[in-house]
């Protein structure tokens, strides 16, 4: 049977999961699962129901629209598949473990192309069947080179752009047209290091620890909402090379991980941060 | 205000949210926290609901009972601190760390008495203001013993036993007179290692990481439902007594991170596995 | 500057990192790194030392010899790629992150071929331009089944066979063959869960973590030195597939982590178990 | 029979093994533990032994002295309980560690006497059968009631002061009088986070993991040399109240590992950075 997905965020007030979930029951749907929270700080209310059955959403957007608060976000996805555009610049490490995922179902998207602004990819790329756009960016102004990148993802018309150690900073109105699609992987346990070559800095402060972070992207680098995180110990025999060598298996689980959460519709952006019904 | 909470598991059935919820809308409760899962071998729903409000728990189990299905369960509870009684033996880690909770209200109990073995950590025990209860067991058949224990821990009437590393293995009735209620920790990663002396089996055995697991105590040694497990690193250099040094810290903060869950009355038993609403 | 790898066991006795860093000395070798360590259950000697340096392996070992207890191995090795087959049977997850390695240099090996019981990788191996054995097991004798692969094997001159998630046990006289050149990535923090299905012992036994090991693989099943471990934190909500989906982001990196340290020469086996210099 | 630790750090060159091991074997000393590190960065080489047997230590410094670098660190010390003083504000779980473990041995310190600017950790302290100095801020200038401790301080001479969650930034003059033997524990992963209220920061950023770091105090706030760090994930859940909670877990764990390793002689600061041989 098909699984459904019914994501709410609202100004909270008494009487919400009652409400949902009496529509839910006119419509005989089974609650598989659910979860629900509350922000103290802003009293918002936010709400994730997978049920099994065929919902005709308009309808129940439309039921859903006359109980809830009058500035309440509904959604009622089915659950498929996300087409994803995937941006590279030369590390292999979490481009090959997503196509692996790709190519073995494992990830719950699919992937529609890889763009990069160098070419050591190509041949990884095209070894899974999948179109490869390189796009030099040394002929172009940064916003000619976005230009030409946004109009190839445009055409795929994805649900997310995956930065995979995309190592170019953005402009601001790429980072807008693809407002909370934009997902980053961080080199660092943000906020810690941020900006270029985390690795060296993680060195020269002598950490015993070090990580990754993946985020939306917004405006200001390496600010935007954080989805997942996660650390490993090392020690003084670590060198920044050693230090990115062993990073790259945390940078890599930690996006794959973030990634089947958004992917799953589990994610809720809340100003600068994250909710996630796990 | 009051924090109360409400529990409820049965056979899964649509509506059962719905139904709660509304029970909690008519007494205008405000819902702080909720958690719901479905066993899908066994169909069986469990829920954990907090509410801000001062409910009257008979008439609220009245209600509850008429609308959810017979063989459910229900239980309205005022949040409040648990009453504990210790059983320990000779190590310091787990008891000290739990005293040092207690007298800081960082535990979510009351610790009432220490019940030992030996006599090793009665000082520390006093220190805390706290009886210390010296039981050896060399006198007695583990049937008589058993009793002197018991006898001293039903004049604190506690809601738990927390078996901080208690040594000795339990008897069947001394088992079943406190089910559910007998928390242990276990310095392995269960199933791992069971029985005595896991550190040492860890070491024949070579292992690369060592752990700990909380459980509730039943009959079959080692087996009883798990609460909360971790695990860490370490490598050739580290003898049987080097991991128990380095278990040491894994056990204390296993068992703490266990016992807040129960004494929150977080954590179902379902069958021999927890459900646990964080 | 060609760097060189000795790597020494003995008894132990009084004097041989003055005796073998004189030899190291008189050479005007520069080492770089160093491990030692005395197993003091069999007060055996162990030591892993790097140097940049072209050595005469032969002259070396033989001065070595003079001065090392009678009984002492000796190894002098240049540092170089160690050559590896797979062998695998349907799950692409450990594969495909050696093959992504592999293809970037990232893991101290060359792949010379895959071998696997299954088509259902082929394609993945070829498009990495990599030679892929089908060897079905339906139609031979278990030893029958061995022998065929084990001639394909012989045909690349392997230092290493790598069984990544090759799911058939093997018979003794295989394992004999390839005697302490064979890794496995078994699905379960041993010596827990030994055997077929892991994921689903562990549902069963209702744990809060799972893990991998990757091993050594000696003629009992699982039983053989551990190189690496890890574990991870699981809830109530994970059915064995979720856990199997979670334990794989284990599985391989475990399996990864623990080629590059045999690779380089770094682990040293102390009959059922491993002493590894990082 | 005595163990005794040599500790060198001198200019990188060839032969220092050699010769050190030399002089360790014209003693008969037996070698139990050894690591060695060079720091490619600058050169600079770092050496700890342990050793059986009782060594005069003036002789063999001298001997030392001879062979190696002129501007040779050369320390030889028989391993023994160091003694320190705590410096704490209001918080019991850092302090009540280390009072339990210094109870039962577990330290490898002993602990002289506590020093807080506030009466809450008195009894706690005194429990323990140790002296309990109050110390209010109130009345005095930053310097003036640093000159109150230090005074405390000095007649215990402590070999280190552990800041146990002392909450006050502390002068350079104090620190520069303490040098090398002052050791925080910050609740956060540094660098992110420094100054006051790290949980509030880590609130407001919407971080994934929380951490704590066991450093050396230096005269730049949460800057000194890292010794230890660890970090655990949380979710959207946690408030700055719930992270504070379960981040003081990783806080003592974190502080007790370092004050371990440093109280065996394991710990070298090498410029803003540590090098320690576990």
Redesign the interface.
């Known amino acids: 049977m098909q699984t459904s997905i019914m994501r709410i965020d609202c100004p909270d007030q008494?009487?919400i999961?009652?409400a949902v979930?009496?529509i839910?029951?006119n419509h005989?749907f089974?609650?598989?699962q659910?979860g629900?929270?509350?922000d103290?700080e802003s009293m918002h209310f936010f709400m994730r129901t997978e049920f099994a059955g065929n919902s005709d959403p308009l309808y129940m957007h439309a039921q859903l629209k006359k109980l809830l608060p009058e500035k309440a976000h509904i959604e009622i996805l089915k659950e498929r598949k996300k087409n994803i555009v995937i941006m590279a610049t030369k590390e292999?490490?979490c481009l090959?473990?997503l196509l692996?995922?790709n190519?073995?179902g494992?990830i719950n998207a699919e992937i529609k192309a890889v763009v990069s602004n160098y070419e050591k990819l190509k041949n990884?790329v095209e070894?899974?069947?999948l179109p490869f756009h390189y796009t030099p960016h040394d002929a172009h102004s940064r916003q000619q080179h976005e230009n030409i990148i946004s109009e190839i993802i445009d055409n795929y018309q994805p649900d997310y752009i995956v930065l995979a150690k995309y190592m170019r900073v953005l402009t601001s109105s790429f980072v807008s047209k693809y407002k909370n699609r934009l997902i980053n992987i961080h080199h660092s346990?943000?906020?810690?290091?941020t900006g270029s070559n985390p690795y060296l800095q993680a060195y020269q402060?002598?950490?015993?620890?070090i990580?990754a972070t993946a985020h939306f992207v917004t405006d200001l680098l390496d600010e935007g909402?954080?989805?997942?995180?996660?650390?490993i110990?090392i020690?003084?025999?670590y060198?920044p090379e050693e230090m990115k060598?062993a990073g790259?298996?945390v940078e890599k689980?930690v996006l794959?991980?973030a990634l089947k959460l958004v992917f799953e519709d589990r994610v809720f952006i809340?100003t600068?941060?994250?909710?996630?019904f796990?």
């Open positions: 008494k009487g999961i009652h979930t009496g839910l029951l005989e089974n609650i598989t659910n629900e929270f509350v103290r292999s490490h090959g473990d692996i995922r190519a073995f494992e990884l070894g899974f069947g346990f943000l906020p810690a290091f402060r002598g950490v015993k620890i990580g909402p954080i989805i997942t995180q996660d650390a110990h020690d003084h025999t060198g060598q790259r298996d689980v794959a991980r809340n600068n941060k994250t909710i996630i796990e």
